[in-house]
T-cell receptor, first 117, second 117 residues
Framework: NAGVTQTPKFQVLKTGQSMTLQCAQD?????MSWYRQDPGMGLRLIHY???????DQGEVPNGYNVSRSTTEDFPLRLLSAAPSQTSVYFC????????????????FGDGTRLSIL | AQSVTQLDSQVPVFEEAPVELRCNYS??????LFWYVQYPNQGLQLLLK??????LVKGINGFEAEFNKSQTSFNLRKPSVHISDTAEYFC???????????????FGKGTKLSVKP
């Protein structure tokens, strides 16, 4: 199994450009999420999904869109890139939402390093 | 609201010495606690988790953590570190009401462990 696959690994954009960060998992996980990692800030949740067709906002959703048309894929779209979105982006997934909520460890991809000039 | 505080941003230690990385959390409800490790230019890997039961949790690579409900702490320990343990370590909490109990993780800001020969 490949686990969680993120593409591209690196990307440089100009301010105002748009792009899509891809995330795919082959573990049939229902829960998927996007985080951004900035120095000294830990990881902050951008958007998440508890299943196909269902998405919701996390802590820092502004400037990003997501959709979940299949169980496997959860792309993150930057609508109009800004220098403040320079970061490392991680996609994660875990098993079906448990009734208690939150007790499933998440599997992370290797990240996409995004620079916005 | 839940939050996670990692009290040390950097911890230098000599090889074969013991180490303890501190993590405090705040939550008014039951939570699940995790420690993740991030090696340079990689994604996050689960070290260990506390869901319920025994307060001493053993993980991979010889790490263990103790859940202390009265002190709201979940400190990570290793009795003898190796050069290969040099990495950034993240404490995380999930469960409760954040994000509608959907499995969202709240991360601390990370502790960089540097093991010197």
């Amino acid at each position: 199994n490949a686990g969680v696959t993120q593409t591209p690994k690196f990307q440089v954009l100009k301010t105002g450009q748009s792009m899509t960060l891809q995330c795919a998992q082959d573990m049939n996980h229902e829960y998927m999420s996007w985080y951004r990692q900035d120095p000294g800030m830990g990881l902050r949740l951008i958007h998440y999904s508890v299943g196909a067709g269902i998405t919701d906002q996390g802590e820092v959703p502004n400037g990003y869109n997501v959709s979940r048309s299949t169980t496997e894929d959860f792309p993150l779209r930057l609508l109009s890139a800004a220098p403040s979105q320079t970061s490392v982006y991680f996609c994660a997934s875990s098993y079906a939402r448990p009734t208690g909520g939150g007790n499933q460890p998440q599997h992370f991809g290797d990240g996409t390093r995004l620079s916005i000039l | 609201a839940q939050s996670v505080t990692q009290l040390d941003s950097q911890v230098p230690v000599f090889e074969e010495a013991p180490v303890e990385l501190r993590c405090n959390y705040s939550s008014s409800v039951s939570v699940y606690l995790f420690w993740y490790v991030q090696y340079p230019n990689q994604g996050l890997q689960l070290l260990l988790k506390y869901l319920s039961g025994s307060t001493l949790v053993k993980g991979i690579n010889g790490f263990e953590a103790e859940f202390n409900k009265s002190q709201t702490s979940f400190n990570l320990r290793k009795p003898s570190v190796h050069i290969s343990d040099t990495a950034e370590y993240f404490c995380a909490v999930s469960g409760g009401s954040y994000g509608g109990s959907q499995g969202n993780l709240i991360f601390g800001k990370g502790t960089k462990l540097s093991v010197k020969p």
